[in-house]
């Protein structure tokens, strides 16, 4: 029996200090559009306040956190237990392996409601990850532009839009010199879920 061909890149670029991947179409529109419909419905959502400098914010999203062995994950002063993985995030925890062989065992899902909702600048660095961690984002529902930038070099900026059914991959160096988010936008939008799939240690 042939051997199946994994998905090429749809965007590739040459980072320094990290890896990148993005594949666009990377799941087919009735099967992004089933999984929206189903996290959207099933996973049990919830807004926690984050402390930043001092002061305590509720989350300008909900979020959800999963994973196959039931610990404790620890990221902006909260302390999250986990629940189980669910049938559709396993399915998607083994279509991650057409391209990645990187064994992850958690997922954080966030649920963007409209253009308010947001990630400010950071970097998926917790201790819990260890060194350099690799990171696998889906994201379903409306496009929303992702920003990343080196630490250091500033003249490394980059944007991109991440659409309906599309996987990106933060691998090598990437979350230790380079920080990401998810800005605001005042323009119209529809909701969004993204699901960062890890590796706790």
Request: glycine content about 4%; aromatic content about 12%; hydrophobic content about 35%.
């Given at each position: 029996?042939?051997?199946?061909?994994?998905p090429?890149?749809s965007?590739?670029?040459k980072?320094?200090?990290?890896?990148?991947?993005?594949f666009?179409n990377?799941?087919?529109?009735g099967?992004?559009?089933?999984?929206y419909?189903?996290?959207?419905e099933?996973?049990?959502?919830?807004?926690?306040?984050?402390?930043?400098?001092?002061?305590?914010?509720?989350?300008p999203?909900?979020?959800s956190l999963?994973?196959?062995?039931?610990?404790t994950y620890?990221?902006?002063g909260?302390t999250l237990?986990?629940?189980?993985?669910?049938?559709?995030?396993l399915?998607?925890?083994?279509?991650?392996?057409?391209v990645?062989?990187?064994?992850?065992?958690c997922v954080?899902?966030?649920?963007?409601r409209?253009?308010?909702?947001?990630?400010?600048w950071?970097?998926?660095n917790e201790k819990?990850?260890?060194k350099?961690?690799?990171?696998a984002?889906?994201?379903?529902?409306?496009?929303?532009?992702?920003?990343?930038?080196?630490r250091?070099?500033?003249s490394?900026?980059y944007?991109?839009?991440?659409?309906?059914g599309?996987?990106l991959?933060?691998e090598g160096?990437?979350?230790?010199?380079?920080?990401?988010?998810?800005p605001k936008?005042?323009?119209?939008?529809?909701p969004r879920?993204?699901?960062?799939?890890?590796?706790?240690?």
């Amino acid at each position: 029996m042939p051997k199946s061909i994994p998905p090429t890149p749809s965007w590739q670029p040459k980072l320094i200090d990290a890896q990148l991947r993005y594949f666009q179409n990377f799941l087919s529109e009735g099967e992004a559009d089933y999984y929206y419909k189903t996290f959207l419905e099933t996973i049990p959502w919830q807004q926690d306040n984050v402390k930043v400098f001092g002061k305590v914010y509720a989350q300008p999203r909900l979020t959800s956190l999963h994973s196959t062995r039931l610990s404790t994950y620890t990221y902006s002063g909260l302390t999250l237990h986990p629940h189980p993985m669910t049938a559709a995030l396993l399915e998607l925890l083994n279509q991650i392996q057409k391209v990645s062989h990187y064994d992850f065992n958690c997922v954080l899902l966030n649920l963007y409601r409209d253009g308010s909702d947001s990630n400010g600048w950071h970097a998926d660095n917790e201790k819990e990850l260890g060194k350099h961690p690799q990171i696998a984002s889906f994201s379903f529902g409306a496009n929303r532009f992702f920003h990343f930038k080196h630490r250091k070099i500033e003249s490394e900026r980059y944007k991109m839009e991440l659409h309906h059914g599309s996987l990106l991959l933060m691998e090598g160096g990437m979350q230790e010199h380079w920080l990401h988010q998810i800005p605001k936008t005042k323009k119209p939008m529809e909701p969004r879920i993204n699901l960062t799939f890890r590796k706790i240690i």
